[in-house]
């Protein structure tokens, strides 16, 4: 079935680094949806992208909608300690619901 | 604001038991979700509901029931616990089908 790739599976940085990572499919998206989970928590929302080109920024958070509609990107600028989580890119592959999928996430890790 | 409310959030169960995982939001989102997380893995949608009174399966439904009587509650229940049904449960809601979801902290289910 469909899937969206994640790259990277985990990132080491040092805290003030910019971060960028990106998520691709092999077919077409719609809307691009960033989450962020915490260790213990349920995912959180962080950005919503609905148009190919589309450019949207949460604070030091920037994401992009690809023009290709295949892919799309986050970055994090000056990253902070509680930045640490696992990063997740999801969309619909449909208009139903159930075709909403996830990718298996970029873990980030800021080192002391 | 409470958002969505999960409990228990752990339990461990033997083989063959049952149990309700309980899922409530305080928003008026007509859209509930159920979602297993694995470890290294994104979310995988097991059922959903549009409203009350009305339920339809994710893509892993098998091994799970759902029902919707009101807006706010929508519990999961697993009636003979398999080894395979471990993983981290997350309810969601949201306002749109399609949009950004508010997920709950999460349930962590061992079957021993």
């Known amino acids: 079935g469909q899937q969206l790739n994640q790259s990277p599976q985990s990132m080491f940085i040092q805290e003030g680094e910019d971060v960028s990572m990106n998520c691709t499919s092999s077919s077409i998206f719609n809307t691009w949806l960033w989450y962020k989970q915490d260790p213990g928590e349920g995912p959180v929302l962080l950005i919503a992208l609905y148009k190919a080109g589309e450019l949207t920024s949460n604070g030091r958070l920037t994401a992009q909608f690809g023009i290709t509609r295949k892919d799309s990107f986050l970055n994090i600028s000056a990253s902070i300690p509680s930045d640490v989580g696992i990063y997740f890119c999801?969309?619909?592959?449909?208009?139903?619901?159930?075709?909403?999928?996830f990718g298996k996430g970029t873990r980030l890790h800021i080192l002391p | 604001n409470a958002g969505v409310t999960q409990t228990p959030k752990f339990r461990i169960l033997k083989i063959g038991q049952s149990m309700t995982l309980q899922c409530t939001q305080d928003m008026n989102h007509n859209y509930m979700y159920w979602y297993r997380q694995d470890p290294g893995m994104g979310l995988k949608l097991i059922y959903y509901s549009v409203g009350a009174g009305i339920t339809d399966k994710g893509e892993v439904p098998n091994g799970y029931n759902v029902s919707r009587s009101t807006t706010e509650d929508f519990p999961l229940r697993l009636e003979l616990a398999a080894p395979s049904q471990t993983s981290v449960y997350f309810c969601?809601?949201?306002?749109?089908?399609?949009?950004?979801?508010?997920f709950g902290a999460g349930t962590r289910l061992s079957v021993l």
């Open positions: 999801a969309g619909p592959t449909g208009n139903r619901d159930d075709k909403i999928i």
């Open positions: 969601a809601s949201s306002m749109r089908m399609l949009a950004g979801k508010y």
